[in-house]
């Protein structure tokens, strides 16, 4: 007699490590989340909904079950200590880029975004970022703290320099925030307008991409902690994440679900169905 | 003194069985349902909750209260055994038709839409079906059981034959589940592409029409077991309905509403409202 | 030591009375709500969340730190009694008129703007009022009661004439609500079709603009007693009152935010950024 | 074919009127609740959950199968207008004390015994009241209004005067009301002190028993607008009511329930349990 | 690298088959459940939560890291099969008991129970029963359905005859079960009168224990489909089952926790605890 | 015109600082807490619903509007750095020790308890502290984190030493607490036993009293982020802090309410009223 069932993976994302060509893994860390915390909950919601969705796609007409994909598992990750946080997955992640994997982890608050981009910027020196967001994250710190989820894209800006950020569907920040950011990163705002000359502009440079998935409008993504109305739809996103899909994307994440606010399910079966698209979006033999 | 508050219908659905051209019932069931069950509650909750609709639709400029409709209350399925619940249901829609009546059936899960094809195909042997729904629910069997909601169009195929069933809205499945449905069905993936040229194919040839709400988007029906992200919208769905209206339909249903899943209460609001507009579409004197 | 944190206002709203344009009360009461109630609730909760949004508008390029606002609190209404809670809102919004100041007062059901309306139309005889719905709410009684939220337009009706209300986004009442209001009333169903004549057709003259959030479409806003699919969207309820902001606006309201029923808290948030553009597009130095 | 399934009872209360030696009814009215409004959705809930438990008690071995009890509905009360609710309760309460039936009202809030108070004391002139609740309800007005649930015992005093009132359970109220009671009610505060010398006290005089829900520990009875902690067991309340019993109660109610509060159900099916309890209780042949 | 983390057990129970005394595992079947389905999900909700609870007993001062306990996961159970089910149950369940192991059954809703007792009573001729619950789930059949949760234990006593069965906790059931229970089973209504004296009268025969965790009053437990009030308190529960690890027990299940029902996760919090003081109370080396 | 009615305080607590004896003051942090946050939202619910109670004790025979209570609202703490948190905890404890109040501070997760002690054990270096609570929160570190609220009381116990702590209502924590504290601190394991002697162990010394609202059994307290069953009752509470109101208590705090997971709000009507308990017993003129 041989069970195994208490392997715990996203819906078809059971390969060996040493065998796949992404991985996938979990950081679940709200500890900076300053108004409701519980996306620390994301991805273990997302495995356990996973297996209300399919593995095939009918948009790509793509079926994970041809796939090679690891699920690494949530990260082990240390409440109130954000520095410690941010160690362990900027680890992870360096590990999985040394060794050849797209790397796309699961939040948590965007701050985990940080610890990735520290090891993919080392690997990666010309590194861009392709961000996603109805919040432009670019505060210098947030109640004099500097590691804080609205502060994430100011630090990836001090790691990758002016120029190399792309932000779209931004429709909250101070004022301060988008001056700032008028000088040092290129922001489309509400929506996606622009995301076709990203090719262009960026051509097979290295890019992290990172999707706060309240980046999507509430109603048909209630389930985040600050939910921003006027945003874009999933069909929407789904097309601005095939333009993405051309450029040379060295590691992502997908961050901000916070299971607690989705009592319907909506949220959570919305964004696994987007992983399950990234997924096969971004996978290349 | 004579009460009668105690009855408990629809609102503007208190006429007598036998005056009435349109029948409508519940069928409480949900025993296949392999996700999130909960469809059982969604007839008892559209009662209750259709006293925060009106009668009057604006947009039909028509009105419930000029029509004569009956409302036979809940069937009593037994849980636990599809067969049983099917026949039970097959009977109920059989006395309908035979009486020269319009059946409307509001499940519960997709499966009960079986017991109603069966009558509806031994009185109409040419019958075909106009189905709206997110997902395919063409699948052979699911883990070994035939029975099952995802497996329920295959099932009526069986029925009747090959050519003779219109999806609508699908946009989940396996592979094998579309790659039998482009033999065998006519799929319109995503949206209502080709609706109106549906009244030019089946003519005048008598139909069933099931209406699996997560057709619907979950932005604006999130209340239903297993939503799908990608989905039409109201207004869509309704003007696709007008459409419908224009075929000989002979029985329809309204299915997969999940009340606990609904705690703002909108998903059932709109499958009230939605319910008032389609008795309002298909009344005839 | 010097502390004041239990000064508890909507965001950016801190000024003094006798310095600001604009003042914010809450009038929270709900006891002629029909269906669901719980929008007493609402002003507190909007308080309370307000500090989950910015003050800055990216739309507008404008910041609530530039204004001077008055949040006056809430309004201690007695339940079950409407015309003293009415009353009391009368005497509030004729304070602020006579001050000078543009009240907004935060709802409520929808009923309290009909204190707000009698206060606005002693001081302005030829007041034409612009209101934003899902429903008619032109009926003569409800049950027997004049009073009700049911008939508030009915009765608003009464103290300006015929010809000087128009209604956008209607698409719920029965029969004789929409028969009677074509003779009395202009209404634009199911969207703002002809908003952009306003203007010319109400010129300088002094305007209530009441704002039902029910007239968004429930994926964007489940937060309220009866949710009416069907709606708008944020962005076009956003444009729509841009062009209200042309007229001259002398009070206005926002009401039917039912927090209860907002579990996700994305209703709330909305109303908070759409209280925040709102202040900015009437503000006026 | 004769389907009779859209008569909506509490369970085993099926019987006609005119053979019925109880009849039980709703009062869905709760306009003038201070805090968090509800209770009106508490009749049909009551009605609906009550097909979860059985209508047989395993404590007294009795079965409702063999009572016959009249479910006369929901009176239709209008919201906004206590005294026209009050009215509407009166008669009907007048009419079931006029064919000789025992009336048991369902709230609602607090304040509709006062309509039933005022019928019964109009029949039995000397009526005693016996009163469980955690909150006295001894106000004389709140916020100036006089027909407050808060209120509903001073008023039901001005019926029958001193010394006529019992209450159990009472731990919460201001420190007016403790002294007023003192001198005109006997209370019984925290629990059931002294109920086993209510037959001595009160003998075969005519009875209205009140039961406010909340009177019940918050643990086993969280579904109430004002859970207060610290009161009574669900076993200590049976064992009261069992004292109650033994009195010539004429008619009573049970109230409070709000089932939007009450997400797992089990206050709903607590009330359910135990109004089947009562009705065993009072069934007299 | 080697992560593992993906390797999801209730805490504590991470050792392999071959090495443990104990086995858990799921059985999330409950589609005969005839009012709120939803306990499929108790095992997977168990899991996830048991890491808010800590290994160690401070009552027992024991620990499960002393322990060699294996979870194996949950069945893949056919919802809609009752019979096919309970196969794949008596089938795991044989296992567990031929390799000599202490299977414990999570499930579900209280069917499951007689998938386990088949298989138990084919290996241990003389087993016995016992059975805490709020129900008697002595049906003959529900609804003609012979494999329903409410028939359980009568289903059980076809197995295991007379005087067999010891039930405790019982509080609610239909007159036949009561009258029909009193000829075949020994029932102790309401709590746990009469459990001193198990030892003596059942000795070192096998024992078979069965916890329907609705025995609990539903204030400390209110997660689960057909709450009781009336029942057992926690520290009540673990005295009872102290007295039942005297006896020679041979399997157990704990069943009907109803996760969805369970908003705050006190229920769920519960069960994990009770079922790492029932690991601890039945393991032996 | 003087509206004044958006200052939110606690109900009762409306005095000046410098009048006042008592200070109460929100510690809105849960960066640490390693399961479910929320804590943060507890001092502001409670302000809300403090409105749902009364100022009057029944049980003491004393009413708030008869003290001097200054509410100094919610400290802004920095979310991410337990560190800064603290300090701005300690601060706010130090200046009102210094001004000869009794500080209350109202959590927040337990580690917010460390920056009052610090303050408290500056000015009083003879410190005793009395603790009530389900977890020991004696570990040393908390995944390699030393400022966790696990390890709340170990932090404690470096300040004060040996003997000066008691705790009472332990059921949880993992083996080496339980050995740990056996040395070095006095704990009363699952309920009060002890606490009657502790005048006599403790006499006039000063004492610092933390109460974590989980120490009540989850029957009557679930609002909270790990509750655990077998504990006290609301009552036994009161009894227990009638004991510790005999000590020379300088400074205590309440803690460990999670607003979002008390839908029914009874827990949080149990903070409020056990907050207006505890201010009335330490309420000294």
Chains 1, 2, 3, 4, 5, 6 share one sequence.
């Not at 065998?19 to 519980?38: H, K, L, M, N, Q």
């Not at 000359?197 to 309240?214: A, M, N, Q, R």
């Amino acid at each position: 007699m041989n069970h195994n069932m208490n392997i715990h993976t996203f819906i078809g994302c059971e390969s060996e490590y040493k065998d796949s060509r992404i991985i996938i893994f979990g950081a679940p860390f709200d500890s900076t989340t300053s108004y409701r915390p519980g996306t620390r909950f994301a991805s273990a919601a997302m495995r356990n909904e996973s297996f209300g969705i399919e593995t095939y796609s009918p948009r790509q007409d793509k079926d994970l079950l041809d796939t090679k994909i690891y699920d690494g598992g949530d990260l082990e990750l240390c409440f109130g200590s954000p520095e410690l946080a941010l160690y362990d997955i900027e680890c992870m992640e360096r590990d999985a880029l040394d060794d050849g994997k797209l790397p796309i982890m699961i939040g948590g608050e965007h701050l985990v975004t940080l610890g990735a981009v520290r090891a993919a910027v080392k690997k990666y020196p010309d590194l861009h970022i392709v961000h996603f967001d109805a919040h432009a994250d670019l505060r210098d710190d947030y109640l004099g703290q500097k590691l804080s989820h609205a502060c994430v894209m100011r630090r990836c800006h001090e790691l990758v320099g002016d120029g190399k950020i792309f932000q779209f569907g931004i429709r909250s920040g101070d004022r301060e925030e988008f001056r700032w950011g008028r000088k040092h990163v290129e922001t489309s705002k509400f929506g996606f307008e622009g995301i076709k000359t990203l090719k262009e502009k960026i051509g097979d440079k290295p890019v992290y991409f990172t999707l706060d998935l309240d980046v999507l409008d509430p109603s048909c993504f209630c389930g985040t902690g600050t939910p921003e109305a006027g945003g874009v739809s999933y069909n929407q996103l789904i097309m601005a994440i095939e333009e993405v899909a051309k450029l040379n994307v060295v590691a992502l994440d997908v961050n901000e679900l916070s299971p607690m606010l989705d009592q319907s399910g909506a949220s959570t079966a919305l964004a696994c169905k987007l992983l399950r698209e990234i997924m096969l979006y971004f996978y290349k033999e």
